[in-house]
């Protein structure tokens, strides 16, 4: 018992320390922040702006579109931004430092889980930053602080899920310029074939079944119920369902696959 404790212990230092180096080198190099940060807002204002207008002149309302919308973008962006953490994982091994981590005495998971715990903070500035612009352009969350809270925690908790498979994919993939091609293309097909940007009823037949279990569909469910103030159990048991699938078993096979350096 008192071994596990100490592996835990160790596991949890290891990798609150990586998390700091990771934060640090982020801080150092701000242009790595452009994507994850910048980029999701351009993206939040022309969807909004284009989609938006494309709804009224189809007799849609506006503000109404808007609260549907932008949920389905804040997941998007996350979805988007969760390769990242693959692709960070095979720029450290081509640089060597995986080998030099490899050679200190230090727990294997703790490579992962700095690198996720990261990856968190800038999902959660990601989400803030949003949430920020698009109170701007018309986004109301009923519930207040609370409900605010709700939202960073849900998309930071969908973005690392994506994560940490993002992770094991990169380790089998090996090759960075392979990686990224791969990684991006069901992020990208993920947020097109869900309800983020319209009801699940209204897309084509063959990807209605598919839209209503995609875990983009559970998350930005689960988002517009909070600020809206809506049922929450059943979007939120099905997020619950899919970020427990997407993290848990290809975490442990990341964590292998990174301690046998292929």
Do not use: C, K
């Not at 939202?151 to 993002?166: E, N, Q, R």
């Not at 469910?221 to 099905?238: D, F, M, Y």
Request: proline share 5%.
């Amino acid at each position: 018992m008192s071994t596990g404790v100490a592996a835990v212990s160790r596991a949890g230092r290891d990798s609150v320390l990586l998390a700091g180096r990771q934060l640090r080198v982020l801080r150092l190099n701000p242009g790595r922040l452009i994507y994850p940060l910048v980029q999701p807002v351009v993206l939040l204002v022309l969807f909004v702006s284009v989609l938006g207008n494309l709804a009224l002149s189809h007799g849609a309302a506006g503000g109404a579109y808007r609260q549907f919308l932008i949920p389905g973008i804040l997941i998007q962006n996350a979805a988007l931004t969760a390769p990242g953490t693959g692709l960070g994982l095979l720029r450290d091994a081509g640089s060597g430092l995986a080998d030099r981590f490899r050679s200190l005495p230090m727990s294997r998971s703790a490579v992962l889980i700095g690198r996720l715990a990261a990856d968190g903070v800038v999902f959660a500035a990601q989400a803030v930053l949003l949430l920020a612009v698009a109170a701007l352009l018309g986004f109301r969350v009923r519930s207040g602080l609370p409900g605010l809270v709700a939202i960073v925690a849900v998309a930071v908790g969908f973005g690392l899920a994506l994560a940490v498979v993002s992770a094991w994919f990169a380790l089998l993939i090996r090759d960075a310029e392979a990686a990224e091609r791969v990684l991006y293309f069901p992020a990208i097909a993920l947020a097109f074939v869900s309800s983020a940007f319209a009801p699940a009823s209204d897309l084509a037949g063959w990807m209605q079944p598919i839209a209503r279990l995609s875990p983009v569909t559970a998350a930005a469910g689960v988002i517009r119920s909070v600020a809206g103030t809506g049922p929450v159990a059943a979007p939120l048991l099905h997020l619950g369902l899919w970020v427990a699938g997407l993290a848990v078993v290809p975490g442990i096979l990341a964590v292998r696959r990174w301690a046998r350096g292929s």
